[in-house]
């Protein structure tokens, strides 16, 4: 599971963790196998965390083989095998002025989940990843998006019809480059928007930056001349927080 052809070849994936499978029950995910090890526990939560997921099969693991199974550190006891989640556009649901995120072959796994989390906190309507180089079951998007893989709503898309349903919706795409003419905080974020963001190294594709309606950066004053991705993500999607108000 933590290899992704053995994710894709069984349409399933791992959830590690208190929160994440905390998250993945407030959810209604399935959970296929749970295997827990109650000597790892952190807290006194955790029986009824178990009881909510009614997992098909459990089991009970020692330290030794919890902590071979585990993909974390310092593991608490908890791990899960579930199905893949495999959204789709028809599938999300927006308010009344969209507010959608698209993240376009981001390649770290930490990135993809932090720009979940920064998502969920903002209140983004969706989160589209185009054109993936990490998968959203990746155990590590799962850690670090901190259980809000289950709580925003993501679609894995390619370009051209992440592009097309935008349009369709009459949602404005924002390219954010370090190379743009406008700064984040002149563009108006009140309207139906979404904001796309590419990789760190080479950043958007001509395909987004063409279909911008504006380009935005983050000014920058020192030696770098970007910033991390998710960083980025952060600044300006609480930038359309603030322009929206709480």
Same mark, same amino acid.
């Given at each position: ?12 994936? =791992? ?73 789709? =556009? ?83 795409? =924002? ?60 600044? =300006? ?10």
């Amino acid at each position: 599971m933590r290899d992704r052809r053995h994710r894709d070849r069984t349409g399933k994936f =791992l959830i590690e963790g208190y929160r994440e499978l905390l998250r993945a029950a407030e959810a209604g995910m399935e959970i296929d196998e749970l295997f827990t090890c109650p000597e790892l526990f952190l807290g006194e939560n955790e029986q009824q965390l178990i009881e909510s997921l009614q997992a098909k099969v459990h089991m009970t693991c020692d330290s030794t083989v919890f902590q071979k199974m585990s993909y974390r550190d310092r593991p608490d006891g908890l791990l899960a095998i579930a199905p893949q989640m495999n959204r789709q =556009l028809s599938e999300i649901t927006f308010q009344s002025t969209p507010f959608i995120v698209v993240a376009e072959a981001i390649e770290k796994p930490g990135n993809l989940g932090t720009i979940l989390r920064t998502c969920d906190a903002v209140g983004a309507d969706a989160l589209l990843v185009c054109d993936r180089c990490t998968d959203i079951h990746n155990p590590n998007v799962v850690r670090a998006s901190v259980g809000t893989l289950f709580t925003v709503p993501v679609v894995e898309v390619g370009n051209e019809e992440a592009a097309a349903w935008l349009g369709a919706h009459g949602i404005l795409i =924002l390219a954010a480059m370090p190379s743009a003419k406008d700064l984040y905080t002149e563009v108006d974020f009140t309207k139906p928007v979404a904001i796309a963001f590419g990789t760190e190294q080479y950043g958007l594709s001509d395909f987004w930056t063409q279909r911008a309606k504006h380009q935005v950066r983050i000014p920058m004053r020192g030696q770098a001349d970007s910033l991390n991705v998710a960083m980025s993500t952060g600044v =300006l999607l609480y930038e359309v927080l603030r322009q929206r108000g709480p």
